[in-house]
């Protein structure tokens, strides 16, 4: 069994920054990837931003050049440093990883983007 605890979220005001940061343990010998989704209200979940154990990184293109997706191997943590924060940025961020080929979710951290 895998665990993430997530933190980081809360509220800031357009043009301002966040770091949400996802700490993983538990069963983990081997993680492939960690990464985020997030979801707004009355939107499907989408994902932001990802890492893979080798650090390739992968963004949406709504997020590019914004958010900088990182990872602390010896943590077990992965941070995802947001600038630049629009009101169209505002969602529930969901941190996920892939262990051992099985995927397993956060709980989840609000960020809300409005002045």
């Known amino acids: 069994q895998v665990q993430l605890v997530e933190s980081g979220g809360g509220l800031v005001q357009p043009g301002g920054s966040l770091r949400l940061s996802c700490a993983a343990s538990?069963?983990?010998?081997?993680?492939?990837?960690m990464g985020w989704s997030r979801q707004a209200p009355g939107k499907e979940r989408e994902l932001v931003a990802a890492?893979?154990?080798?650090?390739?990184?992968h963004y949406a293109d709504s997020v590019k050049g914004r958010f900088t997706i990182s990872r602390d191997g010896a943590k077990n943590t992965a941070y995802l440093q947001m600038n630049s924060l629009k009101p169209e940025d505002t969602a529930v961020y969901f941190c996920?990883?892939?262990?051992?080929?099985?995927?397993?979710w956060g709980q989840g951290t609000h960020v809300t983007v409005s002045s």
């Open positions: 996920y990883t892939v262990v051992a080929g099985s995927g397993y």
């Open positions: 890492i893979t154990s080798g650090g390739s990184t």
């Open positions: 538990g069963s983990i010998f081997s993680i492939n990837a």
